[in-house]
């Protein structure tokens, strides 16, 4: 029998961040960043290296992730649905989810030119 083939997937939840409407959401990331721990997921925060490059000082971001055995639309719409559930209490929101590849420095992503969350 072979042996399972689990898979990393996640996304980043925004904290602090305008939402949609242009309202500041503001929200508790140390409380956040429990509650998931709780629930079995991998969280890792943001250095204050790269949070200093954040146009906006407010603004805060954390990776969650976990591994799965099935990769499919229904385990990352799930996945995002249990995740905000967890976050958005707390203030965060979780817009995308999906593979987290190991090999990519995290939060670099986030400041890719044409990203929904676009930082200098």
């Known amino acids: ?65 976990c591994l799965v055995e099935e990769m499919s639309d229904q385990v990352i719409c799930r996945l995002i649905d249990e995740i905000n559930a967890i976050v958005i209490p707390y203030g965060g929101d979780l817009s995308e989810c999906g593979w987290i590849n190991p090999d990519d420095p995290p939060f670099e992503e986030l400041f890719v030119v044409g990203r929904r969350y676009r930082y200098h």
Request: aromatic content about 10%; charged content about 25%.
């Open 1 to 65: 029998m072979l042996p399972k083939t689990y898979h990393p997937v996640g996304g980043y939840v925004a904290f602090g961040c305008d939402d949609e409407e242009g309202y500041e959401t503001g929200g508790d990331p140390d409380g956040a960043e429990i509650a998931l721990r709780r629930a079995g997921f991998n969280v890792m925060r943001m250095s204050e290296a790269v949070h200093a490059r954040l146009e906006f000082p407010g603004d805060d971001f954390m990776l969650v992730t």
